[in-house]
């Protein structure tokens, strides 16, 4: 997407350095640093501390992640040239990789998909080839899904537009939560995809942005994106949805996920919740965009079964911004002594949900359909069955 004109990703692999290059989404919107990540202790550090986040982001960075095993080995003769050992390696750095962060199924499946196309590569330079071959293909494959996805969506916004022509207000107003734009993901976003192509079609759109508490993705992340691209938006706080959905300023709720299971059970950023619950009562349609790679085809209960990700207290109680110098800074909100808890998703159940935007189309919160969309999941092992 472009920055002030020019191209940018939160990811991209640098030839002159041989290795992935992100942007500190820690810093933003108040800076742009780029951080460079050599070895997988700076992988699992930038996915933990966030400096990526967003669940298809997360599963790019981790199969990039998977390349930098062997990029960092490539002087060990002792990995080099025995294979055994090679392949051990690297099963064991996937699994630290893999549990960098629990909640989005993105970052297992990007790892896993570039671990099994290594594995079964005989060399060492064929298997380094063949990781950073396949991570640079999930990074444009998400790419173009998340283009679809925002095609199939506009539509949603579409109607809604067609259906105010004949009232003084014509703005479609969309809520969203946390940040599923393009920084979350390569390009474009799951939830602000179809934002994006809805403005550029010239369709009248103002986007109600939660700010997203503790880490205020909205805020800072959701925010930036829109007004870069020149979208009409507002920040509220993340108890003010109800109200407004009460008052009639919502049309059209749309957000992402970290982790959906095949029955349409929706892990997503803490707070999602509360919003589908409020959508529900207001009739509102409420809508989740993702990629394929964020199903978990596996499982069908998300309350149950989703890990929820409990994150250090620190980010509740300290709040990050710009202070009167221009310097980035935290200050203490509660009581110093005072303890917090930092659950950082919820699961929003199937019954809540209106329906799902995926890079093939759109469909009903109903295993049925989801699965109508995706055939070659319907024999993927449920851990039911
Ligand atoms: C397209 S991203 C969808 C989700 O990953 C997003 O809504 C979200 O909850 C991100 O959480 P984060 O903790 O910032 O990684």
Redesign the pocket.
């Known amino acids: 997407m472009k920055v002030d004109g020019n191209d940018m990703r939160p990811i991209w692999f640098d030839n002159k350095t041989s290795t992935a290059k992100v942007i500190d989404?820690r810093k933003l919107p108040h800076k742009i640093e780029i951080v460079d990540l050599p070895t997988v202790d700076h992988v699992i550090m930038a996915i933990k501390e966030?400096l990526?986040?967003?669940?298809?982001?997360?599963g790019a960075t981790g199969a990039f992640g998977v390349y930098t095993i062997l990029f960092e080995n490539r002087d060990n003769t002792n990995i080099k040239n025995n294979t055994d050992q090679c392949n051990n390696l690297i099963q064991s750095e996937c699994k630290r990789l893999k549990n960098a962060?629990p909640?989005?199924i993105?970052l297992a499946w990007g790892v896993d998909r570039v671990m099994n196309h290594v594995l079964k590569e005989q060399g060492y330079d064929a298997k380094m080839n063949a990781a950073l071959e396949e991570a640079c293909f999930i990074v444009e494959e998400e790419a173009e899904n998340?283009k679809n996805i925002g095609e199939h969506g506009a539509s949603l916004i579409e109607e809604v537009s067609r259906k105010k022509q004949n009232l003084t207000d014509k703005t479609v107003n969309i809520l969203t939560?946390?940040?599923?734009?393009w920084l979350?993901?390569v390009e474009y976003?799951?939830?602000?995809a179809p934002m994006y192509v809805a403005f550029d079609k010239g369709i009248d759109i103002h986007v109600w942005v939660d700010e997203?508490r503790p880490?205020n993705?909205g805020a800072r992340?959701t925010a930036w994106e829109l007004g870069k691209h020149g979208i009409k938006h507002t920040v509220i706080t993340d108890n003010a949805g109800g109200h407004i959905m009460q008052h009639g300023m919502v049309d059209l709720v749309i957000?992402?996920?970290?982790r959906t299971t095949r029955t349409g059970d929706v892990?997503?950023?803490?707070g999602?919740y509360l919003k589908a619950l409020a959508a529900k009562d207001n009739n509102i349609p409420f809508y989740v965009?993702?990629?394929s790679s964020?199903f978990d085809w596996s499982i069908k209960d998300g309350l149950a079964e989703i890990p929820i990700?409990e994150?250090d207290p620190d980010e509740i109680r300290y709040i990050q911004g710009l202070d009167i110098n221009g310097k980035i800074t935290s200050v203490l909100v509660p009581p110093e002594q005072s303890p917090a808890a930092n659950h950082?998703?919820d699961v929003t159940p199937a019954r809540l949900v209106t329906g799902f935007v995926t890079e093939r189309g759109i469909c009903k919160a109903l295993e049925s359909d989801i699965l109508s969309l995706f055939p070659e999941q319907f024999s993927t092992q449920s851990r039911h069955l």
């Open positions: 989404q966030m990526v986040r967003g669940a298809p982001l997360i962060r909640t989005a993105n998340c939560h946390c940040n599923a734009g979350a993901t976003g799951t939830a602000t997203t880490l993705q992340l957000v992402g996920t970290d892990a997503n950023k803490i999602t965009a993702l990629p964020t990700e994150r950082a998703f």
